[in-house]
């Protein structure tokens, strides 16, 4: 979707921390989610945040939230290789609808 | 928990050829979708339903109908496919709620049209 944008690559190494930035344009959206794509299978959701909210943790996920700057990143610690898929940044800018990225592919390598 | 199921997951259409794509959720959520999803452009809504009986323009209409006769199930059909509408569809549905209730997506149905 065009209001939403988020690099397309990211490549990282085993172990390291994978970053996923994504910028969106609705200052209405309450809430902003990431999905994981596997390969042939459609999206899951990984975790979501609240507009008044600057950071969620949940295990590895780290979401942070800069809403002057309408941005939004998904840290990921410790990468490893069942983390190799396609990322999702979506938001919701009204009640019934969803605005997806284009999706980031993380590769991770060896 | 079959979850969203979509039906074929694989089909090859000649130009002008029409087909419909199945989409089944069994977990009694009012709002349905179908998305494409294109290389480089995620994922682009092109029609939806807020429940039974109503469907609504997305995005990227054009090309494409819908039905929402039962609650369970919505359609996606294609009347004179074109090699633009090749792609992977996907079909989503979600309860009222969106905080409590996430988008659940079926696997994709790949479409290519020569």
């Known amino acids: 979707g065009e209001d939403v944008e988020q690099s397309l690559f990211l490549s990282v190494r085993e172990g390291d921390s994978s970053v996923i930035n994504c910028t969106y344009t609705?200052?209405?959206?309450?809430?902003l989610y990431w999905y994981k794509q596997e390969p042939g299978a459609g999206l899951q959701l990984l975790t979501y945040?609240?507009?008044?909210?600057d950071m969620k943790q949940d295990q590895r996920l780290t979401v942070l939230l800069n809403k002057k700057d309408k941005h939004l990143s998904l840290r990921i610690a410790d990468t490893q290789t069942g983390d190799s898929a396609i990322y999702f940044c979506?938001?919701?800018?009204?009640?019934?609808?969803?605005?997806f990225g284009a999706g980031t592919t993380v590769t991770v390598r060896a | 928990n079959a979850g969203v199921t979509q039906t074929p997951k694989f089909r090859v259409l000649k130009t002008g050829q029409s087909m419909t794509l199945l989409c089944a959720q069994d977990?009694?959520?009012?709002?349905m979708y179908w998305y494409r999803q294109d290389p480089g452009m995620g994922l682009r809504l092109i029609h939806y339903?807020?429940?039974?009986?109503?469907?609504a323009k997305g995005e990227v209409p054009d090309g494409y109908n819908v039905s929402r006769l039962k609650k369970q199930n919505f359609l996606l059909g294609l009347e004179s496919a074109a090699p633009s509408q090749t792609s992977v569809y996907f079909c989503?549905?979600?309860?009222?709620?969106?905080?409590?209730?996430?988008?659940?997506f079926g696997n994709g149905t790949r479409l290519t049209v020569t």
């Open positions: 945040i609240f507009s008044n909210m």
């Open positions: 979506a938001e919701r800018p009204n009640d019934y609808k969803l605005s």
């Open positions: 339903s807020v429940g039974e009986g109503t469907t």
């Open positions: 989503a549905s979600r309860g009222r709620d969106a905080y409590n209730s996430p988008l659940h």
């Open positions: 977990m009694n959520h009012e709002y």
């Open positions: 609705d200052s209405s959206s309450t809430y």
